[in-house]
């Protein structure tokens, strides 16, 4: 297993420059003064593109460009952007935390909702359950997001006056601006217990309601239908007939022998998604004005903003590729005859 791991850790280089040579490629599509912007660094300099262009060869080859931003980027230095105005680095650290905080409240109930729900209509198959679950994962999977985002924003925020959009309350962002409440991790949850203030965890808490429930319901259904199938394909193979003939309760084939080896592809598409969520929900953050990741990116490409877009780029490319590294260390844990050595 830890041969794999460096093997797969080791391909992570390679997977960067693949991926830097296409954005970069990409970029040799817009003018002189667009690529300049990827090489700011405060919002002073965009006052001196000229300058930038010719001292980052950016009229010359495509080689001698990619080699000169490759040297600046292994400085830390991904460009200045204008939709935030600040590095992108900077926005990166400051917002990514944020992503990270609603993917992991939205993960859980996402993957455990699916799993349970699909077990249910496997193991009741054409029963009434079955029938129901599969008509509320059609509707999750055919549900756009934004128009259950924005119905669960009118219905529970705009008519009951419950929860709330942005991170937390204004009051709250008011005190935090004004200094005194230490941010550890940027995880507003863990940083208000860490620092005592159960009120603002209750307030940040109250403020992911419903982007949650948003994924849960969406993103839940596809995990749903995935399990479904899976299990029911696991059913009807052979081991599971001599399990049962064997005497073996009907909870203990399904539960321990059928639903494990059914979870393979759920894994997968988990994973995935996890990746997904991590790197910022662009419509759920925007609907609900959650300062992610995903919110800035979107304001990035409205504005054509090159160098968020090329950050963006790249640690989408990260999170892939560790999240593909995750799922293939959950499939030996899972099905234990898996082996990587």
Known sequence: MLGFLVRRLLQLPFVLFAVSLIIVGLLQLLTPAQRAAAFVRSEQQLQN????????NLDENFVVQYTTWLKQVLQGNLGFSTSSKEPVLTTIKKRLPVSAELALYAFFPIVGFGIWLGTLAAVNRDKLIDQLVRILAIMGWSLPTFVFGIWL???????????????????????????????????????????????????????????????????????????????????????????????????????????????????????????????????????????????????????????????????????????????DILYAVVDPRIRYD
């Open 49 to 56: 593109i000229d300058q930038i262009i010719e001292q980052y």
């Open 153 to 327: 924003l009118a219905w529970v925020y705009g008519g009951l006056g419950l929860f709330g959009i942005g991170r937390l309350s204004n009051e709250y962002l008011i005190e935090l601006a004004a200094g005194g409440f230490t941010q550890y991790t940027g995880l507003m949850t863990l940083d208000a217990l860490l620092n005592g203030r159960l009120d603002i965890f209750w307030d940040a808490l109250m403020h992911l309601v419903m982007p949650v429930l948003t994924l849960t319901v969406v993103s839940g259904a596809q995990i749903m239908r995935v399990m479904r199938s899976s299990l029911l394909d696991e059913l009807g193979k052979d081991y599971v007939r001599t399990a049962r003939a064997k005497g073996l309760s009907e909870r203990v084939v399904n539960l321990k022998h059928a639903r494990r080896n059914a979870l393979i592809p759920v894994i997968t598409l988990a994973g995935l998604m996890f990746a997904f969520l991590l790197n910022g929900v662009v419509v759920t953050e925007t609907i609900f004005n959650y300062p992610g990741i995903g919110q800035w990116a979107a304001q990035a490409a409205v504005q054509l903003d090159v160098p968020a877009v090329l950050g963006f780029a790249m640690l989408t490319a990260v999170i892939v590729v560790l999240a593909n590294i995750l799922v």
